[in-house]
C-alpha cells in the first residue's frame, strides 16, 4: 500500500522568505531553527554552541540575535553545510574568535566557483528572488552586512567527530548532494541528522539537478549515494535546508526509498530512451513517474532533470540540425520568416487562434511575428495570453516566477505599444 508523500503537507518554495524575527523555533531542549533563505540551526550544550549555516550576509544579525536570546555561551563551531551564499554568507557576524569554522574540502572550490560568475548567476535568478529579498537587504539604519567568503579552519574529507558538552557529533562528507561540498551533521546518540539542502530546496520534491538560474550539472548517481547513505543511518528526525523537522524513523526512511525510486526510474528512463534511438524532446514529454514513486516538483522538475541527464552523457549537440553547430541562432531569421509568413498580422491572428489550448506553438508564433515588430499590439497580446495559460497550470517555483516575470514585461510592452 503506498502511504501519501510527506511533501503534500509541507510548505513549498513560496513560503521561503529572507531571515525575518519571528520564524524561529525550539526543534527541543537544546536545537533551535532560525528560518531564512536556508535553516540555520544552532545546538547548544553546556560547554558551548554549534551553528550549522550562517544565512546570506544581510540575514545573519537576525539569526544571531536569535541564537544570543536562547544561549550567550561561546560559539564553538560553525558547520557549513554547503559553500553556496545563503550557508556562508553570514558567517563573519557570527564568529568569534575562537569559532572553527567546519567545511568539506570542496568548500573553498565551490565559493570561487559562485564568485566567478556571481554577476551571472545573480542576474539570471533575481527574477525569482527579486520580491523577497528587496524588502530586507540593508534594511535598518547602517549599510547592510557583507556577504561572508569564509575559508574553513577544519576541513572534511570523509568524517569528522568531536564532543562537545556531552553532545557527539559527527561530520560526514557526502558529494552527491545539490554541491560537491554537502556535509551532513549527525548526533549518533540522539538519532538527529540536519541534511540541510543535500536533497535539493525542498524535501520530498524532484531534485534540481540543473537550476534554471545556471549551475553545474548534478549527476544523479552520487546522489543515489547520499540518499542510501542517509537511509543507513537510521535517523530519528530530520532537520532540513527549508521547512520545519521531519520526525519519525519509518517515515523518514519510507520518504529516502521513495526518493530513492524517483530519480533511479528518471535516470534509467532517460539512458532507455537515448539507447533506443529517442531524441530528448520525446523524452521530457514522455518520462513520467509511477504513482507509488511520485515526487513534488515544486523547485526542480522531472522533465528538466530528463534535460540534464540527457546532457550530462551526451553534451549540447543533440545532432536534430547543423545549425546546433554554428552561432548563429534559429531566431535570427525569426523577423524574414515573418515576411515569407505574410507578415505578423497574419501569425499574431494565427497565435491568437491558437488560444489557451496550445500556448507554446502560439508563443512560438508570436514571437517570430515579434522579430518582425517588437511592438505589434496582436503579438504581444497573444503572448501575453499563452504566459497566462502557461502560468494558470504552473505549480513549479522556478517556472511560476518566470511566467509572473514574463507577464509584467509584457503588459508593460502592450501597454506602450502605439
Not at 558529494?175 to 554537502?182: I, Q
Not at 543507513?232 to 519510507?254: F, R, S, T, W
Not at 491558437?354 to 500556448?359: F, L, Q, S
Request: proline share 6%; hydrophobic share 45%; aromatic share 8%.
Amino acid at each position: 500500500m503506498t502511504t501519501d508523500p510527506i511533501w503534500r503537507s509541507r510548505p513549498s518554495a513560496f513560503d521561503i522568505a529572507p531571515a525575518t524575527n519571528v520564524r524561529h523555533q525550539a526543534v527541543n531542549d537544546f536545537i533551535h531553527l532560525s528560518e531564512g533563505t536556508t535553516n540555520s540551526y544552532l545546538v547548544v550544550t553546556p560547554a558551548g554552541r554549534i551553528v550549522v549555516n550562517s544565512g546570506l550576509g544581510f540575514e545573519a544579525p537576525v539569526h544571531k540575535a536569535y541564537f544570543d536570546s536562547v544561549d550567550r555561551g561561546p560559539l564553538r563551531y560553525i558547520i557549513l553545510t554547503q559553500g553556496h551564499v545563503d550557508h556562508v554568507g553570514g558567517v563573519d557576524c557570527l564568529r568569534e574568535a575562537r569559532t572553527e569554522i567546519v567545511a568539506h574540502a570542496h568548500n573553498p572550490a565551490q565559493q570561487i566557483d559562485d564568485l566567478r560568475v556571481q554577476p551571472f548567476r545573480s542576474r539570471r535568478a533575481y527574477f525569482a528572488w527579486a520580491a523577497a529579498i528587496d524588502g530586507k537587504r540593508g534594511s535598518g539604519s547602517g549599510p547592510p552586512p557583507v556577504q561572508s567568503r569564509p575559508q574553513p579552519t577544519i576541513i572534511v574529507r570523509d568524517r569528522f567527530a568531536f564532543a562537545l558538552g556531552g553532545v557527539r557529533v559527527e561530520v560526514i562528507a557526502c558529494n552527491g548532494a545539490e554541491t560537491t561540498d554537502s556535509l551532513l551533521v549527525w548526533l549518533p546518540e540522539r538519532r538527529i541528522l540536519i541534511t540541510s539542502n543535500i536533497f535539493s530546496a525542498l524535501f520530498g520534491h524532484f531534485p534540481n539537478l540543473v537550476t534554471m538560474r545556471g549551475d553545474r550539472y548534478r549527476d544523479p548517481l552520487p546522489y543515489l549515494e547520499t540518499l542510501k547513505l542517509v537511509r543507513g543511518l537510521g535517523a530519528e528526525l530530520l532537520l532540513v535546508g527549508h521547512g520545519p523537522p521531519i520526525a519519525g524513523a519509518d517515515v523518514i526512511a519510507a520518504e529516502l526509498r521513495r526518493m530513492e525510486g524517483a530519480v533511479r526510474y528518471v535516470h534509467d528512463a532517460v539512458v532507455a530512451a537515448m539507447n533506443g534511438g529517442q531524441d530528448v524532446w520525446s523524452a521530457m514529454r514522455d518520462i513520467r513517474l509511477p504513482p507509488e514513486i511520485e515526487q513534488g516538483e515544486g523547485y526542480g522538475a522531472v522533465a528538466w532533470s530528463v534535460r540534464a541527464i540527457w546532457e550530462m552523457y551526451a553534451g549540447w549537440f543533440h545532432h536534430h540540425s547543423t545549425t546546433e553547430l554554428y552561432s548563429v541562432p534559429y531566431w535570427s531569421v525569426h523577423a524574414e520568416l515573418a515576411g515569407l509568413a505574410g507578415g505578423p498580422d497574419a501569425l499574431a491572428a494565427a497565435a491568437q487562434a491558437k488560444g489557451d489550448g496550445a500556448p507554446l506553438e502560439a508563443l512560438h508564433l508570436a514571437e517570430i511575428a515579434l522579430a518582425a515588430d517588437a511592438q505589434h499590439r496582436g503579438a504581444l497580446t497573444a503572448a501575453l495570453t499563452a504566459h497566462r495559460a502557461l502560468l494558470a497550470r504552473a505549480r513549479n517555483f522556478w517556472e511560476v516566477r518566470w511566467l509572473e516575470q514574463q507577464i509584467r514585461d509584457l503588459e508593460k510592452r502592450l501597454a506602450e505599444a502605439p
